[in-house]
């Protein structure tokens, strides 16, 4: 069965700090997709990245940075210098098969001034 | 316009009273889903249907029915809504050549009292 689990509930952090939201995946098949959305408190889900089982390579994008490492099974997004409006919960998920999205159950992150 | 639309936005109804929510694409996906968000648990798939003549249960689907009316609109209702249904819900699109990527919509607050 696919599972995802998001162990941080609740991050604080100050502004300009750099903080990363863990994700652990479980997953039998092979072929593999993983995500990770923004939702911020108007409630909409923000797609940010989309990674493949088979490419491991790190992504970065701006402030964003994600760490997919298949031997520990994780795919840790990292923020840096956060911003206030990086306040969210981030939700990491994964989609293998024919199974829709399996999601973790979040991470909210608050960034203080 | 929003690839994804759902209706209502926001819906407070009584406990026992029948209610619909409906979720209309223009994406022209052949999968649809609903997901229902709770504070703390993340995204629970509900139902999800891969073609007009195919639904599927997921996770929670007890409590609760849909109907696949055209390929594009994918309703879901709950028969007769108790508080404990009360949270957010997602109805989401793929399509069958890139099953991996789904795209939401603007979510329901569903409030039953």
């Known amino acids: 069965a696919q599972k995802v689990t998001q162990a941080q509930t609740e991050i604080s952090v100050v502004e300009k700090e750099d903080v990363t939201l863990d994700c652990v995946y479980e997953?039998?098949?092979?072929?593999?997709?993983l995500f990770w959305y923004k939702q911020p408190p108007s409630g909409e889900l923000v797609f940010l990245i989309r990674?493949?089982?088979?490419?491991?390579q790190n992504e970065i994008s701006g402030r964003y940075s994600w760490n997919f490492q298949k031997s520990t099974s994780s795919f840790n997004f990292t923020i840096t210098a956060s911003q206030v409006v990086d306040s969210a919960v981030y939700f990491c998920a994964l989609h293998s098969g024919n199974t829709p999205l399996v999601f973790g159950k979040g991470t909210r992150l608050s960034v203080i001034a | 316009d929003a690839d994804v639309t759902q209706t209502p936005r926001n819906r407070i109804t009584k406990t026992g009273k029948r209610i619909m929510l409906e979720c209309s694409q223009t994406?022209?996906?052949?999968?649809m889903y609903w997901y229902r968000q709770d504070p703390g648990l993340g995204l629970r798939l509900i139902y999800y249907?891969?073609?007009?003549?195919?639904?599927n249960k997921g996770e929670i689907s007890d409590g609760y029915s849909v109907s696949r009316q055209a390929q594009a609109k994918f309703s879901l209702s709950l028969e007769s809504a108790i508080p404990n249904q009360t949270a957010l819900y997602f109805c989401?699109?793929?399509?069958?050549?890139?099953?991996?990527?789904?795209?939401f919509g603007p979510g329901t607050r569903l409030t039953v009292t």
């Open positions: 994406k022209g996906h052949d999968r």
């Open positions: 989401a699109t793929s399509d069958y050549q890139d099953p991996y990527e789904q795209y």
């Open positions: 990674r493949n089982s088979f490419d491991e």
């Open positions: 997953t039998r098949d092979t072929t593999y997709y």
């Open positions: 249907s891969f073609d007009v003549k195919d639904i």
